[in-house]
């Protein structure tokens, strides 16, 4: 392991890295255009050049190895004259673009230019050359060649991680542009990194493009829940409404990337099929009722049934779009306080769900390992078992929570079984299953609140709160808690205790806590294997 200096602090790195990975180490930001963690070593904007001691040249940060007793200078008057060197050249072509470009806020040239040029430029603005503007590259992309400093970032994300392809380098000298090779269109399913890893503004997202100026929006580190890949992800949001998800880095799980498919994820938090309020059904149909209105209900239902028909007439069904700790909550109400045996994980996926081998998985569900976990799940037939007992008349009360038994089962299946079940849905959204639900109580979305899902390599993640659940929707732990205070169980006053009763009860979660699992997860004590896909 060298140990190097670096703006005269000493630090002892791994062997193997490069001058701009060292100097992160301690802090220390070499300024970059071209070089990116993700990608192979292009060199070609100039921008890392820092001054190393014994050698006549400046050097570039990005292609030049660490070695031990290595002594470098980022700031010196050499290094500053270079990196303000490069920011001029970059900028003689580029166009005053500011005010009206989506980077704005974000902008490697407007942050280094601040920081290392500051220079009175004496280019003549009707001098500069002049390119394409608004070039549709495919159905997520725009690119705006004037803005382009051609750090081929985007050339080698399509080259080296799609491995499709589609965008190159053409024309010669300050003509140079971005461009579609022929017969291409930028439509692989990953594309919108490209907008990602571009340091300016030529490469803009169709689908956020002049929605907002990026310094208006806050930022909550969280998980993408479209599949059981669990990618890392942040949340862009104000006043309760999502602009956009951006990967979030994480070596164990999704790198730099994610697919745009859980990009656009987020407009599903947002349609106008959330639910509210609590509802309870009277003879024709549903009328809105206070959570001390529906949890009442709750009780009732399930303590008349227990004392007709016995604990297991009681049910539940838990999908796998439920948190760890939700699902805990509701399976020890069932088995600990109500004592029944019928409690069912349900993992649903379109059996032509679109999947790959790199992020995008065929389950798209974020939880099916989780409630394997939790001895949900185990052969994947247990919410049909469940339903098989319901047509037969012994299920009398049925608990669903984030499940959509409709769309995994049928109509004329959930017809035959629930028909003379009370049903009380836990839920973000009306769906087919909330048809047959007496009662409704409306659960908070996956970006409305905090808990964990455990990803299908057996990996903990946690979810964190953007903002809160719309009208009087709780948390699903919230929910849970209420109604386990109403059936004489224990109160769970924090997201906090209730995963530490979790970790305390479950073996694979044992010795887990949010602070060892932080923003990077954490691996279950013994992971399952992975979903079928």
Not at 439 to 467: H, K, M, W, Y
């Amino acid at each position: 392991m060298p140990t190097l200096e670096i703006d005269g602090q000493e630090v002892t790195v791994e062997d193997g890295l490069n001058v701009i990975q060292a100097a992160e180490q301690v802090g220390i930001e070499v300024p970059h255009y071209c070089y990116h963690p993700g990608l192979s070593i292009s060199g070609n904007c100039r921008m890392c050049l820092v001054e190393i001691e014994n050698m006549p040249k400046l050097q570039i940060g990005c292609n030049t190895r660490v070695a031990d007793g290595m002594v470098v200078k980022t700031t010196s008057e050499r290094a500053k004259h270079a990196q303000a060197a490069v920011l001029e050249f970059l900028l003689i072509n580029h166009p005053i673009d500011c005010p009206i470009c989506d980077q704005a806020g974000e902008c490697k040239l407007q942050d280094y230019y601040m920081l290392y040029g500051a220079y009175k430029s004496e280019m003549q603005l009707e001098a500069k050359v002049h390119k394409g503007k608004v070039v549709d590259l495919g159905p997520e992309v725009v690119l705006d060649e004037e803005r382009c400093i051609l750090c081929a970032r985007c050339t080698r994300f399509c080259d080296e991680i799609t491995q499709t392809g589609e965008l190159g380098i053409f024309e010669r000298g300050d003509h140079s542009r971005i461009s579609l090779f022929p017969g291409k269109k930028l439509d692989n399913p990953y594309s919108g990194n490209v907008v990602d890893v571009c340091p300016v503004g030529a490469l803009t997202s169709k689908d956020f493009r002049f929605k907002s100026r990026v310094w208006y929006l806050e930022k909550t580190p969280s998980t993408c829940t479209r599949c059981a890949t669990g990618c890392n992800i942040d949340i862009y949001h104000r006043r309760s409404e999502i602009f956009r998800f951006r990967p979030r880095q994480n070596p164990d799980v999704n790198a730099y990337w994610m697919c745009d498919e859980g990009r656009h994820w987020y407009k599903s938090f947002q349609q106008d099929s959330r639910i509210p309020t609590p509802l309870v059904r009277d003879e024709s149909s549903f009328t809105v009722a206070s959570w001390d209105e529906a949890g009442k209900k709750v009780a009732h239902a399930v303590r008349s049934t227990q004392d007709e028909h016995g604990a297991d007439a009681v049910a539940a069904i838990i999908g796998a779009k439920a948190t760890n700790e939700e699902a805990f909550l509701l399976s020890r109400l069932l088995r600990e306080q109500i004592g029944s045996t019928h409690t069912a994980g349900l993992s649903w996926s379109p059996t032509d769900a679109f999947h790959d081998d790199f992020l995008i998985h065929a389950d798209k569900n974020p939880n099916t390992q989780g409630l394997k976990s939790l001895g949900l799940l185990n052969g994947g037939g247990e919410a049909e078992a469940v339903l098989a007992t319901a047509e037969q008349g012994q299920v009398k009360v049925l608990f669903i929570l984030g499940a959509d038994l409709v769309t995994a089962f049928g109509q004329e299946r959930i017809d035959r079984a629930l028909g003379e079940t009370t049903v009380i849905v836990l839920d973000t959204d009306y769906n087919g299953t909330t048809e047959y639900a007496d009662i409704v109580l409306p659960v908070a979305a996956a970006v409305e609140t905090d808990g964990t899902c455990t990803n299908q390599a057996g990996r903990v993640q946690r979810l964190s709160q953007a903002f809160p659940p719309p009208g009087e929707a709780k948390a699903g732990w919230e929910a849970l808690a209420l109604l386990s205070t109403r059936l004489d169980g224990p109160d769970s006053v924090s997201i906090s205790d209730v995963f530490s009763e979790l970790t305390h009860s479950v073996p694979s979660f044992a010795g887990l806590t949010y602070g060892k699992i932080g923003l990077q997860g954490a691996p279950l004590v013994e992971a399952g294997p992975e979903t079928d896909s």
